[in-house]
């Protein structure tokens, strides 16, 4: 079955522990991408990347880090987590070059006490 | 600035009442506009792209349609499985592969 796997689903932690969530994709896409939901804002995306060891900034990248070392992964790092980067973060996938749709994931809820 | 905006916020619906969401953009360059659905607490489900003025899409209950400016999801006499929220995003041509999203429609349809 043709999925985006996201994990962990749900996480409670504490300022400045690290703590990484891991993506990961079957579909041999080539686009991947994060995103966190917060209400009121919609989707706002974080990083993605066009291709292994490709990857960009979005439009809210700020206390985040990703790496693509591999074409079905793509994690996603809060080196240092604060309490504003509590929210649903969603992992997505898609084909390639020409626009496409999106895969996304089940959805992580983080929540940085 | 690009810009995407979707109205109203919320919609309640009794069952078999039609109405339609809106999505209005402003974006250089469309490449393609993209309807999701999203049910709580799961990630958004891909519905429909459409890529230019005058196109239109189908599938089941829903429909729609591309302007210029904007697009349109109608619904035609929902029923109460239809309830989520309803996103559209559009990629344009200096974004690459990247998409802008709408804050969403929250649809509630009541038996």
């Known amino acids: 079955e043709a999925q985006v796997t996201q994990n962990p689903r749900y996480l409670i932690t504490v300022t400045g522990k690290k703590l990484t969530v891991t993506c990961s994709q079957n579909?041999?896409?080539?686009?991947m991408s994060w995103y966190r939901q917060d209400p009121g804002l919609g989707l706002r995306q974080i990083y993605y990347s066009m291709n292994v060891e490709v990857t960009d900034k979005g439009d809210v990248p700020e206390g985040y880090k990703v790496s693509r070392k591999e074409k079905r992964n793509f994690p996603l790092i809060l080196e240092s987590p604060s309490p504003n980067q509590t929210s649903l973060y969603f992992c997505a996938s898609s084909q390639g070059l020409t626009p496409g749709e999106l895969f996304f994931g089940e959805g992580s809820r983080l929540t940085v006490l | 600035e690009d810009q995407v905006t979707q109205s109203p916020e919320a919609l309640r619906l009794q069952e078999g009442e039609s109405s339609s969401l809106n999505c209005s953009y402003t974006?250089?360059?469309?490449?393609?506009l993209f309807w999701y659905r999203q049910d709580p607490g799961k990630g958004p489900e891909f519905l429909f792209t459409l890529y230019s003025a005058g196109e239109e899409k189908e599938k089941e209950r829903l429909k729609a349609t591309l302007t210029k400016k904007e697009s349109f999801l109608h619904i035609t006499a929902p029923k109460p499985e239809d309830s989520a929220t309803y996103l559209c995003?559009?990629?344009?041509?200096?974004?690459?592969?990247?998409?802008?999203f709408g804050p969403g429609t929250r649809l509630s349809v009541l038996p």
């Open positions: 974006v250089s360059g469309l490449r393609g």
């Open positions: 579909m041999n896409h080539e686009y």
């Open positions: 995003a559009v990629q344009a041509a200096n974004y690459g592969q990247n998409f802008v």
